[in-house]
């Protein structure tokens, strides 16, 4: 390992260029054409053939000693709808979009880890697939599934890294079990009848049905569920009305539930529909209409304990026994989640949080950055997890 590590730590200026080429150029989800296109180039230049997959997704394998097994390695693509409001040179050159949450540091570390494992190549004993995906805000998982991107060849276990700005920089967190929360996106449509302000019993106000709902929804997470399974129901959107004289016919409200279990239809804490309930009942209550909206986006991200433990002993390799090894757990959502449902699977968190760069701000911030000195140690996690992996398996 000392002798990839050297070679690691030769590419970091190259890991770091494509990092900020990336984040110069950002894109949105589905609309990663250049940077699909950077991908594919790069990789081709190391002698692998592409594929694409789901519009701007790009696949590769990177086979060794014999097929089988596959370890699969992913990196998300897609930028988010934010205009940036760091001042580095490097800075967004696309109005209202950024990559606010780490998804060029992603792509960059798989890259440098595809230019060392194809190096080393021969003593590889199973198949490397890199998996490059689009729209991880929106679930392009499930896209990249449908469209067969865990056969041809059959992926045995998948890795995915997620630098972390709440993490110090080199800290890293292996946990297995529930790491990542599910995630359900509702919008409601409350609807009365408008009037006048000063003869608010002609009228049926959706106004103070709504803000009863958003009250009274905040009972399931403390009087529903169990605070061992922790839930939380926000509102990020309430919109209505168009003068302060004018009581509105309607109300809209947006937000999102999100859960650290499984929460199906057979779960017996099913958040979705005891929200559901309660937002028809305020609504009866006020003699208003409701219409909801309920969009799983994602489910909960757990981690197989197998290769989790496969990967720690292969973080523990890079980092020694005891530095920087930790465990975490956060109710914000992935889409790699569908990966982990399917085959087992390991996400681990790369800690990027710096005060003294200011990077320890917030994901999906204006002035989210990254300490890019964690890059390499990315890069070597992967490539260490790899020939764990297949140690353990073949």
């Known amino acids: 390992m000392q002798m990839l590590k050297a070679r690691i730590a030769e590419l970091k200026d190259d890991i770091i260029a494509l990092r900020r080429d990336f984040h110069a150029h950002p894109e949105l989800g589905f609309q990663e054409f250049r940077t699909a296109s950077v991908i594919e180039q ?9 594929a694409r997959m789901a519009g701007t997704g790009v696949v590769a394998l990177i086979e060794g000693q014999q097929e089988k097994p596959v370890l699969m390695l992913r990196a998300d693509m897609d930028a988010l709808p934010i205009c940036e409001a760091t001042e580095v040179d490097y800075c967004s050159c696309t109005e209202g979009v950024m990559h606010a949450c780490g998804h060029d540091a992603h792509m960059a570390m798989l890259l440098g880890a595809a230019k060392v494992l194809v190096e080393n190549r021969d003593n590889l004993r199973g198949t490397v697939k890199l998996v490059f995906q689009p729209n991880e805000e929106i679930n392009g998982a499930r896209d990249m599934i449908r469209a067969g991107v865990l056969e041809d060849p059959r992926v045995d ?4 890294i997620h630098i972390w700005s709440q993490l110090p920089s080199g800290t890293v967190a292996a946990t297995p079990g529930p790491v990542m929360g599910g995630l359900d996106v509702f919008k409601l449509a409350i609807r009365g009848k408008g009037g006048h302000t000063g003869f608010p019993e002609e009228a049926v106000d959706p106004v103070i049905a709504a803000g009863n709902l958003i009250m009274a929804v905040q009972a399931i997470q403390t009087r529903e569920i169990s605070n061992l399974h922790p839930t939380t129901i926000m509102f990020g959107k309430v919109e209505g009305g168009t003068k302060s004289n004018i009581i509105p016919e309607e109300v809209l409200l947006e937000g999102t539930i999100r859960y650290l279990y499984p929460a199906g239809p057979d779960s017996p804490e099913h958040p979705a529909q005891r929200f559901q309930r309660i937002a028809h009942s305020i609504c009866d209550t006020y003699r ?5 909206n309920m969009d799983r986006e994602n489910i909960p991200l757990i981690n197989d304990p197998r290769l989790t433990r496969i990967a720690t002993e292969a973080i523990s390799q890079v980092l020694g026994p005891t530095e920087g090894l930790t465990t975490m ?4 959502s992935e889409d ?3 990966y982990s449902a399917r ?11 710096n005060p003294d760069k200011k990077t320890d701000i917030a994901h999906h911030n204006p ?6 000195d964690v890059l390499p140690l990315g890069v070597e996690i992967f490539v260490s997890s790899v020939f764990t992996f297949f140690q353990h398996t073949v």
Not at 42 to 50: F, I, N, R
Not at 329 to 332: F, K, N, R, S
């Open 42 to 50: 790069y990789l081709q230049a190391l002698g692998l053939t592409t």
């Open 157 to 160: 276990a998948a890795l995915g």
């Open 288 to 292: 208003c209409t409701c219409e909801i």
């Open 329 to 332: 757990q956060t109710i914000a």
């Open 336 to 338: 790699f989640a569908e």
């Open 343 to 353: 085959i087992p699977a390991a996400f681990i968190f790369l800690g990027c949080g």
């Open 367 to 372: 002035e989210f950055n990254i300490d890019e």
